[in-house]
């Protein structure tokens, strides 16, 4: 069963984006706490990050660094990673973190698909 890892902090991301991904074959596991990740996404083994820009104390750009150091070091497997952007001028911030893709918020399902292809087929490249 594939597991995406929902890196955010409000209801509505959560919500919106369980609704877009989750399938009955696939589970969303949901991270509150950015300073967590490295140690959830060791136990979940995500096969998807969706990162929100707003998230705790770290900020997407954070957990996306951390996520990208510990893969290096062999702590995870790569996976694709998502950023949920707050404005289409992040997109610099985006590419700056090492995210394989991004949308911007608020954002359709399909848009949230969209993004999640593009990512999986940028690590699968």
């Given at each position: 069963?594939?597991?995406?890892?929902?890196?955010?902090?409000?209801?509505?991301?959560?919500?919106?984006?369980?609704?877009?991904?989750?399938?009955?074959?696939?589970?969303?596991?949901?991270?509150?706490?950015?300073?967590?990740?490295?140690?959830?996404?060791?136990?979940?083994?995500?096969?998807?990050?969706?990162?929100?820009?707003?998230?705790?104390?770290?900020?997407?750009?954070?957990?996306?660094?951390?996520?990208?150091?510990?893969?290096?070091?062999?702590?995870?497997?790569?996976?694709?990673?998502?950023?949920?952007l707050?404005?289409?001028?992040?997109?610099?911030?985006?590419?700056?973190?090492?995210?394989?893709?991004?949308?911007q918020?608020?954002?359709?399902?399909?848009?949230?698909?969209?993004?999640?292809?593009?990512?999986?087929?940028?690590?699968?490249?």
């Open positions: 069963m594939p597991t995406v890892l929902l890196v955010a902090d409000d209801d509505w991301i959560r919500h919106d984006v369980e609704a877009a991904l989750a399938e009955p074959t696939t589970r969303v596991h949901t991270v509150t706490d950015s300073r967590a990740v490295v140690t959830e996404a060791y136990e979940a083994g995500p096969d998807l990050y969706v990162v929100d820009m707003q998230v705790g104390s770290m900020g997407g750009m954070a957990v996306t660094r951390a996520i990208k150091d510990a893969v290096g070091q062999g702590i995870l497997r790569a996976a694709p990673i998502v950023l949920l707050d404005r289409s001028a992040d997109v610099f911030l985006g590419r700056r973190a090492g995210a394989d893709a991004w949308v918020k608020p954002f359709s399902a399909q848009e949230l698909r969209a993004a999640r292809d593009t990512a999986s087929a940028e690590v699968a490249g």
